[in-house]
């Protein structure tokens, strides 16, 4: 596959940036660079699998998943005002302690201990906050065992609709990873990070207003919440998020104090005509979708508007890939796929030519037509990462975006996307 790449006009992996710009691995001439902002600082898991500070307007390689990727995210709030100080005031323990002085995440000793009493009780570590109804809510936090290996992220209020169930409550279990169990009306995550800390994950929707509460409850070794505790065992705690409107967890934002916002990221600017072909080419992505949460995302070739474009898309229909070509604002060609998970890494190739149009998904060709124009020489002068006119505006992780100014074939296209 290498050297099927290398016959791209614009080759895009993770590997070079700039203060305010992507760095194409081709053209070397710059030609084929992104303007990239975000007019705030943000953090991401670096190679070393720390949770490490980015600067203004730096784009992010980030390594969470164990290999290094673009990650492009839409703005954030984390709303817990005191993200890191657990033993500031607005964190209330329930037959708990804290200690400080602990390695954490980002590498430095700045992790809580939670530290259960010898009550025969709940132990619980909480956050009071209010909720907003039929809004999405995410929890996220990293915790790390500490003699007590099983807990539960939870959620509620007094009033949230649903009397007989107050809580929005994961279980999970830190000795193998899982979650024991999904929240009802809700969804979990769990994922791995280094030196055996975890980042778990709640995601609900209050059906009214409510008075809330984030708590941690502590179990003992059998998944019970109310035991007789030892005074000794416990859980690390670092980096605890609440987001609204947002139905995943996104990259951490520390807070110390006041509430703190991730400004969105933008990419644009890449490319030009004699780059791009617009009678004929191929659009290749590896590329995961953030969230299968039914909001349009696209990159794809254009004119810089949304009449004359070839574009790869996230689809409002679920974990639904599509492959658009337009011209004059008519769609000539449309084809689409259903995979098993947009939020997993997909391998997809979007071939045009007039008559001929094929969408390659992981090896396979999994849609195609024999019908429909082509835009004319030299139309398409912009690489997007949106449908081209700033609408549609792709949040991903990302591998590696290349454009060809040829059809590829079948053997081609197989070769490329196989993963």
């Not at 596959?1 to 081709?26: C, E, H, R």
């Not at 490319?271 to 909001?295: Q, R, V």
Request: net charge negative; with cysteine.
């Amino acid at each position: 596959m290498a050297n099927l790449l290398d016959k791209a006009s614009i080759l895009l992996t993770p590997s070079d940036y700039n203060n305010g710009s992507i760095l194409a691995i081709k053209p070397i001439n710059g030609d084929g660079d992104f303007t990239f902002s975000r007019n705030s600082a943000s953090t991401k898991v670096n190679a070393q699998g720390l949770v490490d500070i980015v600067s203004t307007n730096l784009p992010r390689i980030d390594y969470t998943a164990g290999c290094g990727n673009w990650l492009l995210e839409p703005q954030s709030t984390n709303l817990i005002t005191q993200s890191e100080l657990f033993s500031n005031t607005s964190w209330t323990k329930y037959n708990t302690s804290v200690s400080s002085g602990f390695l954490s995440p980002n590498g430095t000793n700045n992790a809580f201990k939670i530290i259960e009493n010898t009550a025969t009780n709940l132990h619980i570590f909480r956050y009071q906050i209010a909720f907003q109804s039929n809004q999405t809510y995410t929890l996220s936090v990293f915790i790390k065992q500490n003699g007590r290996s099983k807990f539960a992220l939870a959620a509620g209020g007094t009033s949230f609709g649903l009397p007989s169930f107050q809580y929005r409550s994961g279980e999970f279990d830190l000795s193998n990873g899982t979650i024991d169990r999904e929240p009802t009306g809700g969804s979990a995550t769990i994922t791995s990070f280094s030196n055996g800390w975890y980042r778990c994950t709640v995601s609900f929707t209050p059906l009214v207003n409510a008075t809330g509460k984030f708590d941690i409850y502590l179990h003992d070794n059998n998944g019970n919440n109310n035991y007789t505790g030892n005074g000794v065992n416990g859980l690390y705690i670092y980096g605890a998020q609440l987001e609204k409107e947002v139905s995943y967890p996104t990259s951490y934002i520390p807070t110390s104090g006041i509430i703190s916002t991730r400004v969105r990221e933008v990419v644009t600017d890449s490319g030009n005509a004699s780059l791009i072909n617009s009678e004929e080419g191929s659009l290749y992505l590896d590329i995961a979708s953030l969230a299968n949460d039914g909001t349009l995302r696209s990159i794809g070739l254009s004119d810089g508007t949304i009449n004359n474009v070839a574009y790869i898309g996230f689809n409002s229909t679920d974990n639904q890939i599509i492959a658009i070509y337009k011209v004059a604002g008519v769609v000539t060609a449309s084809l689409s796929y259903t995979v098993t998970d947009v939020t997993s890494f997909n391998k997809i190739c979007f071939t045009f030519s007039v008559n001929n149009f094929y969408l390659e998904i992981n090896g396979s060709t999994v849609d195609s037509s024999t019908s429909g124009s082509v835009a004319a020489s030299s139309t398409f002068t912009k690489l997007n990462f949106d449908i081209g006119d700033s609408t549609q505006k792709m949040f991903c992780k990302l591998n590696c975006v290349a454009v060809f100014k040829e059809v590829l074939t079948s053997q081609q296209r197989a070769s490329l996307t196989t993963i």
